[in-house]
């Protein structure tokens, strides 16, 4: 079956504006999560939804940061006045349900370059 | 808080050698730790899920221990080859975290020589 899909697969952005990064995951999964991997780093956690709620964001790193799940799919990542050092790779996991012992499946994220 | 280190950050070695990535962890409450692959520019490919109750996993040329008493995992490639080339990552949810978010170390990168 499909996997985790990330759109798009490239964003080039000019500091200040606005980003939009779609996450759409396995089918039938409950719990979705956003990563962000900078150069040279292993993935860092941003947020993670049980269902449609945002059931922790304790990784986002500031309040330019916003992520919703409106049907419990597919995913949103919204970063407002975007600065240079938000450039990363974003990845998006899903799991079939919530909990430790449950497998995440990886996305190909999204490389987002702020010029 | 947990933490995972990943050593060495680097490795090269010639075509047909065996190897070990070595992954250590400072609080042994995980659920399980997975490896995972990562070729230049692109996302995570899962290679092996250890769940904690186990000792190891094998698939194929890889096989990945765990001792969560010592805090530490390892992969072992058995008889590498140039497309083994990639960084290697480990990971583990920590139930310190409520929301079994995976902690991840910075990587291995390997290098097989032809």
């Known amino acids: 079956g499909a996997g985790v899909s990330q759109t798009p697969s490239n964003k080039v952005t000019e500091k200040g504006k606005y980003v939009e990064l779609r996450c759409d995951p396995i089918?039938?999964?409950?719990?979705l999560y956003w990563y962000r991997q900078s150069l040279g780093q292993g993935p860092e956690f941003l947020i993670y939804f049980q269902g449609t709620g945002a059931a922790d964001d304790s990784g986002l790193p500031n309040d330019r940061f916003f992520a919703v799940r409106p049907e419990g799919s597919v995913s949103t990542l919204k970063i407002q006045r975007t600065e240079r050092g938000d450039s990363a790779v974003y990845l998006c996991a899903s799991s079939l349900r919530p909990g430790g012992y449950n497998e995440q499946f990886f996305g190909p994220g999204t490389r987002l370059t702020v010029l | 808080k947990q933490e995972v280190t990943q050593i060495p950050a680097a490795l090269s070695v010639p075509e047909g050698e065996n190897l070990v990535l070595n992954c250590s962890f400072t609080d042994s409450a995980i659920y399980n730790l997975q490896w995972f692959r990562q070729d230049p520019g692109k996302g995570l490919t899962s290679l092996l899920l250890?769940?904690?109750?186990?000792r190891e996993q094998t698939s194929g040329r890889l096989n990945a221990s765990l001792d969560k008493s010592s805090g530490r995992s390892t992969l072992y490639i058995a008889a590498s080859q140039p497309g083994d080339s990639a960084t290697y990552l480990c990971?583990?949810?920590?139930?310190?975290?409520?929301?079994?978010?995976?902690?991840f170390g910075k990587g291995t990168k390997l290098s097989v020589i032809p």
């Open positions: 250890i769940q904690s109750s186990q």
């Open positions: 089918s039938g999964h409950t719990a």
């Open positions: 990971a583990a949810p920590w139930s310190g975290a409520g929301s079994y978010q995976l902690t």
